[in-house]
Antibody, heavy 115, light 112 residues
Framework: EVQLQESGPGLVKPSQSLSLTCSVT????????WGWIRKFPGNKMEWMGY???????SYNPSLKSRISITRDTSKNQFFLQLNSVTTEDTATYYC?????????WGQGVMVTVSS | DVVMTQTPVSLPVSLGGQASISCRSS???????????LHWYLQKPGQSPQLLIY???NRFSGVPDRFSGSGSGTDFTLKISRVEPEDLGDYYC?????????FGGGTKLELK
C-alpha cells in the first residue's frame, strides 16, 4: 500500500524559507508524478506543483520563482521549498501521488507563517 | 488560469437523500488528447482529501456506486444518492487539463 507522510516545521518566520519533506512508502517515486497542494484557512485549495518520475518539474506560476520541488530517490522522498514566505502562505500542506487523479494524499502538515 | 466555479457552497441533506454538486469551468476541459481531466475529491473531517471520481465519470477503487460523475466540456456534476453519514464533508472538483491545475471552491455536505 502506498503511503505518503509530510514532515517539517509548523512555524516559519516571514521572509524565511518553508521546507517540507514527503516520505513515500510502498511505491517508488521514480514512477508517476508527485505533487504538493495546500489548503488555506477558509478552505481554498491550491495546486503548487509536481515532480515527475524523471525529475522534471512543473510549478504554479502564481508562486513565481519562490518554489522548488526536488527529490532524493535513494530515500524515496521529495521536497518542497518555498522562499520568502509571508503570512499568506499559512496553510495546510499536502503531498500526493498523481496518476490521472491525485491519490493517495498524505495526512497534511499545518504551517503557520508568523513572527 | 481556468476558474472552477463550484456550487453550492453549502448543501444540507437528509440521510438517505440525494445530493448534487455542480462544477463549471471557464474554458473547456477537453485535453488535446481527447481526455477530460476533471476529478472529484472528498475531504472528511480530520482527514486528507480522497479521490472519488477521476476523468469525469470513473469511480476510483472502493468508491461506492452511490457516487456518480457526469458532464462534458465546461459543465460537470457529482451526484450522491442515498447519502450516508460517512459522505459528509467537503467536496472539491479539480481540473488537470490546463496548467496550472485548479480547484473549485468546495462544497460542504452537511446534515439538514
Amino acid at each position: 500500500e502506498v503511503q505518503l507522510q509530510e514532515s517539517g516545521p509548523g512555524l516559519v518566520k516571514p521572509s524565511q524559507s518553508l521546507s517540507l519533506t514527503c516520505s513515500v512508502t510502498g511505491y517508488s517515486i521514480t514512477s508517476n508524478y508527485w505533487g504538493w497542494i495546500r489548503k488555506f484557512p477558509g478552505n481554498k485549495m491550491e495546486w503548487m506543483g509536481y515532480i515527475s518520475y524523471s525529475g522534471s518539474t512543473s510549478y504554479n506560476p502564481s508562486l513565481k520563482s519562490r518554489i522548488s520541488i526536488t527529490r532524493d530517490t535513494s530515500k524515496n522522498q521529495f521536497f518542497l521549498q518555498l522562499n520568502s514566505v509571508t503570512t499568506e502562505d499559512t496553510a495546510t500542506y499536502y503531498c500526493a501521488r498523481e496518476r490521472g487523479g491525485m491519490t493517495p494524499w498524505g495526512q497534511g502538515v499545518m504551517v503557520t507563517v508568523s513572527s | 488560469d481556468v476558474v472552477m466555479t463550484q456550487t453550492p457552497v453549502s448543501l444540507p441533506v437528509s440521510l438517505g437523500g440525494q445530493a448534487s454538486i455542480s462544477c463549471r469551468s471557464s474554458q473547456s476541459l477537453v485535453h488535446s488528447n481527447g481526455n477530460t481531466y476533471l476529478h472529484w475529491y472528498l475531504q472528511k473531517p480530520g482527514q486528507s482529501p480522497q479521490l472519488l471520481i477521476y476523468r469525469v465519470s470513473n469511480r476510483f477503487s472502493g468508491v461506492p456506486d452511490r457516487f456518480s460523475g457526469s458532464g462534458s466540456g465546461t459543465d460537470f456534476t457529482l451526484k450522491i444518492s442515498r447519502v450516508e453519514p460517512e459522505d459528509l464533508g467537503d467536496y472539491y472538483c479539480l481540473q488537470s487539463t490546463h496548467f496550472p491545475w485548479t480547484f473549485g471552491g468546495g462544497t460542504k455536505l452537511e446534515l439538514k
